[in-house]
């Protein structure tokens, strides 16, 4: 009888493989589909501690420095995620406020909070509160929608680009280098792989 440890399901046709020790930089495909079910990163817990960590500082960046202004017909105005969000709520939106808030701002900063105080933990071989710490991190990686945000200020400029001039802000270059980084280490790398790594420890 396999332990159930040992076995990993492929996300895309469902069959049961059992897990093989891989050599380094190696990946694991499925024997039906091809599908990427896992890899051998030698120095994963580093890696993710650095890339939270850049996650970290190009948040605060994305978050507090305009993400466009736009120049139109001689009246000038910057968008800003907060206030953004603060405007919502001063019009009445309150649901819609909160729900941005939560989304777009409080769910992907504790996204990549608990990704590198897990990481750190990992690094100094601390198994107290980690498995806490990834549990939450797994329930948050489902709720956090900067990446669907960033794609649909994009739709939006393209719209808006004919009628008047915009200009790129500082927190746009963040706030793509933060979707980049997130998509990354909570897609590509898969959250599973954190898993095993709690196992190791
Ligand atoms: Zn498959």
New binding site residues.
């Given amino acids: 009888m396999n332990n159930l440890k040992d076995l990993t399901i492929?996300?895309?046709?469902?069959?049961l493989h059992k897990k093989l020790p891989l050599s380094k930089k190696e990946e694991a495909h499925?024997?039906?589909?091809?599908?990427r079910?896992y890899k051998n990163y030698t120095d994963l817990p580093q890696r993710a501690l650095a890339l939270s960590l850049a996650a970290l500082i190009f948040f605060t960046i994305a978050s507090t420095f305009p993400i466009v202004q736009i120049d139109f017909a001689g009246s000038f105005s910057s968008v800003n995620l907060l206030d953004a969000i603060w405007q919502l709520l001063h019009e009445g939106y309150i649901f819609m406020a909160l729900f941005a808030f939560l989304v777009l701002f409080l769910f992907p900063l504790l996204l990549m909070g608990t990704l590198f105080i897990f990481s750190l933990l990992l690094v100094m071989k601390k198994r107290v509160f980690a498995k806490w710490v990834l549990q939450f991190m797994t329930l948050l990686s489902r709720w956090s929608m900067l990446d669907i945000f960033f794609v649909s200020i994009l739709v939006a400029m393209v719209k808006i680009y004919e009628y008047a001039h915009i200009h790129f802000g500082l927190a746009f270059w963040a706030m793509a280098f933060f979707v980049l980084l997130e998509i990354y280490l909570t897609r590509y790398i898969k959250i599973e792989q954190y898993w095993d790594l709690w196992e190791e420890v």
């Fill in positions: 492929c996300p895309r046709c469902q069959t499925c024997a039906n589909c091809n599908a079910l």
